[in-house]
């Protein structure tokens, strides 16, 4: 009953003194909503990395030239990769799908009075079903074309919006580096990944692409940017990177380092995600910092209502109330200070992520176990920082308080 007692005290106390408890309580309200927006766009920022890995296309596994050392401490791509090793991998691997090789290199798109700096690709007709694209309108290139080193050309979705706006691109030419190119096809939007956005590029035939854009041959055969292989399902992938290894292994005569890196998708995912989840601490440790601000905030302000309460603890305890009620008074304030800072941090928070949610392609998610933990915390917070000021209250000596009267 008394703690009851108590409890309506401290609550009239507060009420009583709006401005001073709300800028109070502002410390733990800061601290929850940032922990919990923080960890929220964390996790959404990881959910975005798995969608667009996801849109590369299933059971995916990629080879690109130069081992790690290499392309870490060289600033030009090591190019030890020729579409001869992608033949050798769809003939020779018995566990994979099929082989889409590339090439990439940024060029010089123009239409009439249209023109851009865009990324194209030259591949085969491969490319499409590794990397789970769909075409919308036309076709993309097929074998014939490959052989025949067509002048063909297909269009990501924003391209042939930005280049021919409400009319189809279709039997149109394009020049990519002065070479005049027919539209046969737009591929369905697909989306950015990592920061690239893959309908802002235009597909041309690897033939087409080494031998009249880039021209840019070994004396090992064509080269190429990298190499997309699908494996034949997901039980498969293990198998098909340990034989790909093997067989690029043999085909480059390696016996100490290899000259080229094979990642699935799977591995390139856990990297993203124990950086975006290294992320996610670092910030929600930062933002931590603010509850741990807010507590002080908390104790500091119960000192100077000490302080400013003097006589009234000093009348409560000449008329009778024990150490143990004005601490329980004063320990129960801190509390409803700490618990509702929180449950508006909280409401704060939530908002947050729904906001960023609605105006930013990362999809936030709300993690209860977040709340929960940053709630706990500002209330422990609040209620250790309150011991000290709820103390100097339980110990002052009544006569002294009644001399201030």
Sequence with gaps: MKILESLKMATSTLVA???????????????????????GVGEGAKNLASEQFESLGPNVIFVVPGSEEERRTTFNAPKTLVWDDA???????????EVAPQITASQLITYRNRNANEQVIGTTPEYLSVRSFEVAQGRFFTDVDLKRNQ??????????????????????????????????????????????????????????MANRIVGDTSPYGTQVTFISIAARDENSIRAARLQIENLLRLRHKINGEDDFSVRTQKDVLEIVGTITSGLTVLLAAIA????????????????????????????????????????????????????????????????????????????????????LIAVGVSGTIGLSFGVFPARAAAKLDPIVALRSI
């Design 17 to 39: 003194n709006k401005m001073r408890s709300s800028l109070t309580m502002l410390g733990i309200i800061i601290g929850n909503a940032s922990v919990i927006a923080m960890v």
């Design 87 to 97: 033949i050798a991998i769809a003939e020779q691997v018995p566990s994979v799908k």
């Design 151 to 208: 002048q063909v050309v297909v269009l990501g979705s924003e391209i042939a919006e930005k280049f021919f706006p409400q009319q189809s691109p279709l039997g149109k030419k394009i020049r990519v580096k002065n070479i005049n190119l027919e539209v046969i096809g737009v591929l369905e939007a697909k989306g950015a990944f990592l920061g690239s956005n893959q309908d802002r590029t235009v597909y041309v035939p690897l033939t087409t």
């Design 288 to 371: 931590g910092i603010s509850l741990l601000v807010g507590g002080i905030g908390v104790m500091n302000i119960m000192l100077v209502a000490v302080t400013e309460r003097t006589k009234e603890i000093g009348l409560r305890k000449a008329i009778g109330a024990r150490e143990q009620d004005i601490l329980w008074q004063f320990l129960i304030e801190a509390t409803i200070l700490s618990a509702a800072g929180g449950a508006i941090g909280t409401v704060v928070g939530v908002t947050g992520i729904v906001l960023v949610g609605a105006f930013s392609p990362l999809a936030p998610t709300i993690s209860p176990i977040a709340i």
